[in-house]
């Protein structure tokens, strides 16, 4: 860490996520580490705040920097502030950017292109469907997937995007807490995947808990990490909704996703495509072709398993496995058929080369 991060590390420690506080204090001292003399002098730093004047004098210490430093390494907490050359570029870009981002895991190559994927916490089944078939593919392709790890949408596109092995940073998740909380707890197996794979990242510090006032704030870094926004599901009133509004005037690219006119959870995507404010996607091409993406394996390149010769129940398998990759115990249970003659047909097909299991007995062609 630069001495200049250190000293950018201890004025957000004081004044957290207020980032138009940060830049006040930064504006009218000149730079962090001037902040930090003039509070080691007990000069009123922040102006007519008493109470973080008085905070500022007390953290005035190069030993309090190295003890909060050590503090997050000891819990693999990394920090990346505005001023190293490090930190994403493309956030930079937005109004109010972090300045200080707290990340767990590894964050994606500068070079990845970012596809944020956002949608209803009570999506439907075709939501969850098309989530996950997009979301695989997109980082099948070598993209990385941003998610806010949230219920419904955000958690389907992160767990496909997690099946994609050779891809070096699958997923990203900003979190509306400290990257040490997970949240929401049913998630909890979801948000260690996502560490040992990719990364999770928030502006809040470590420790602090979710609440309803910092998942509008969380919105604006999962856009502005970006490149473009995928809308899946989405209602006329949603914090996809927030996150399209950030994204629109971020200047990134809004893809969404139809969905029927009579399903509520579909009346903010329809609207987007309606009023031009979104590109129709009916395949994860539409994405791609906008970056001059030459998609390898892709959509139009990939074969057609030939099903003829199979037996009724292999056909079936594979016609539900070429939509997205499927557990077995999804398979089971949409199939209706014995536990023993799903493991005996899921083994025939992988010896013959039409399928392949992944981690957690997840099959895809």
């Known amino acids: 860490m630069s001495e200049d991060a250190r000293y950018a590390l201890w004025l957000n420690r004081l004044v957290g996520n207020n ?26 730093v922040a102006g007519d705040d008493d109470a973080l004047n008085a905070r500022m004098r007390e953290a005035a210490r190069e030993e309090k920097i190295d003890k909060y430093s050590k503090w ?16 994403p570029p493309l956030l930079r870009e937005i109004y109010d950017p972090p300045t200080v981002l707290f990340v767990k895991g590894r964050l994606p190559h500068p070079d990845q292109l970012t596809i944020a994927v956002v949608g209803a916490r009570k999506n439907t089944r075709y939501g969850a469907d098309t989530a996950k078939a997009l979301s695989f593919e997109l980082a099948r392709q070598g993209c990385c997937v941003v998610s806010g790890l949230a219920y ?100 990134r690219d809004v893809f969404a996703v139809p969905g029927r006119i009579t399903d509520s959870r579909s009346v903010g995507t329809n609207r987007l495509l309606r009023d031009g404010h979104a590109k129709l996607v009916l395949g994860v091409g539409d994405i791609l072709e906008e970056y001059g993406f ?19 129940l292999a056909r079936r398998v594979v016609e539900l496995v070429a939509v ?23 083994t025939s097909l992988e010896f013959s080369g039409i399928m392949k299991q992944l981690p957690g007995r997840v099959y895809s062609l």
């Open 19 to 44: 980032v138009r506080e940060y830049r006040s204090i930064v504006d009218a001292w000149g730079s962090e580490r001037a902040a930090f003399e003039a509070a080691a002098q007990k000069k009123p």
């Open 72 to 87: 997050l390494r000891r819990h693999e907490i990394q920090t990346v502030t505005y001023l190293e050359e490090t930190y």
């Open 152 to 251: 419904g949408i955000d958690a389907c596109a992160a767990t496909a995007a997690l099946l994609a092995e050779d891809n070096p940073c699958p997923t990203l998740a900003v979190l509306g807490c400290g990257v040490d909380v997970a949240y929401p707890a049913e998630n909890e197996d979801l948000y260690r995947a996502v560490i040992e794979k990719g990364a999770v990242v928030s502006e809040f510090a470590p420790g602090t808990t979710p609440l309803p006032h910092h998942f509008p704030k969380r919105n604006r870094i999962i856009s502005g990490l970006a490149r473009g926004v995928l809308v899946v599901e989405a209602g006329e009133k949603s914090g996809t909704q927030i996150t399209v509004g950030h994204a629109l005037e971020q200047g």
């Open 294 to 312: 030459d998609i390898a394996g892709g959509e139009a390149e990939r074969k057609e398993p030939d099903l003829s010769g199979l037996p009724d």
């Open 324 to 346: 997205e990759p499927r557990s077995a115990d999804e398979l089971c249970q949409i199939l209706a058929v014995e536990v023993k003659e799903l493991n005996s047909t899921l």
